[in-house]
């Protein structure tokens, strides 16, 4: 984006995105990271009775040996409304990638209210998100992701996203799979979806209008995943609406102040 008034940091990290369709990157603030797992864990292990674990990361990777898939999804939405339930945990995922949405999105920002997690024990097949956009059911195009892995994801225990030039290859002909499935989109182009690598400490920034989705996990461990998005306050909204879905969470002066002014009546200057 050279020529732009984006200088610096911020203009490497914006080409990378754009380029890519997402970014990766170590977490900004490794506290607000280790207190969302550490609670998330302790949560975690108070649904199954037991007391907050020493090793939480080893704790959750192995979950599948004390939850059986038939209590998964209990067991994942009781979590999503403790973790949402607690009132910090939304300012603490947002500090996590705090410049990075600067840079990408904007500094006056709409967030999704609830933040979303997902689980993948080893083999289920009973919690996939195949592959999809966000904009196919309702997002706007102008929302980003901020995904957040609480163990290590790489190849099926993490998701795919398809290359900015791959999608905009496919997009044409996408309608053709209304018929077919998505699932032939998916088995004539595997080969180029690219699974990502994002480790415990690290984020997932990815651009939401991608086709995207996971598969079976087939890694011996469990998949623990948060998701939510990111938009700039002003961009248009689609279904999910602010108020609803979003809410502003970085108001600036200047839009305060523009919020609160009243006309002076009948006065006209
Ligand atoms: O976590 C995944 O595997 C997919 C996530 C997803 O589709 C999303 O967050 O929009
Ligand atoms: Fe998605």
Same mark, same amino acid.
Do not use: N
């Given at each position: 984006m050279s020529g732009s008034f984006i200088a610096?940091?911020?203009? *490497? %990290?914006?080409? /990378?995105? %754009? !380029?890519?369709?997402? *970014?990766?990157?170590? *977490?900004?603030? *490794?506290?607000? %990271?280790? !207190?969302i797992r550490d609670r998330?864990?302790?949560? /975690?292990?108070?649904?199954? @009775?037991?007391a907050a674990p020493n090793a939480p990361q080893d704790f959750l990777d192995n979950i599948h040996k004390f939850v059986p898939i038939e209590k998964l999804n209990d067991f994942r939405v009781s979590l999503i409304g403790k973790i949402n339930a607690e009132s910090w945990v939304r300012e603490a995922y947002y500090r996590l990638a705090e410049k990075a949405l600067h840079a990408l999105v904007g500094n006056e920002l709409a967030m999704q209210r609830r933040v979303n997690l997902s689980i993948q024990l080893p083999d289920d097949e009973s919690s996939l998100l195949p592959a999809h956009a966000d904009t196919w059911s309702g997002d706007s195009p102008f929302e980003v992701v901020l995904w957040l892995p609480m163990v290590d994801c790489f190849d099926t225990k993490s998701m795919f996203v398809l290359p900015p030039e791959v999608n905009a290859r496919i997009a044409p002909s996408l309608a053709k799979y209304e018929s077919e499935g998505i699932e032939a989109l998916f088995r004539e182009h595997e080969s180029e979806f690219r699974y990502l690598t994002v480790k415990y400490g690290q984020y997932l920034l990815f651009d939401q209008n991608l086709i995207h989705g996971n598969r079976i996990n087939r890694e011996k461990t469990t998949r623990w995943t948060f998701n939510c998005r990111f938009k700039g306050l002003f961009t248009p909204y689609a279904d999910k609406k602010l108020g609803e879905f979003f809410e502003p969470i970085t108001? !600036?002066?200047?839009?305060?102040? @523009?919020? /609160?002014?009243?006309?002076p009546g009948n006065f006209r200057g």
């Open positions: 610096g940091h911020d203009d *490497v %990290l914006g080409a /990378a995105f %754009l !380029r890519d369709g997402y *970014v990766i990157s170590q *977490v900004e603030d *490794v506290p607000s %990271l280790t !207190r998330l864990a302790a949560l /975690a292990a108070a649904e199954l @009775g037991k108001l !600036r002066p200047a839009t305060r102040m @523009g919020l /609160a002014y009243r006309p």
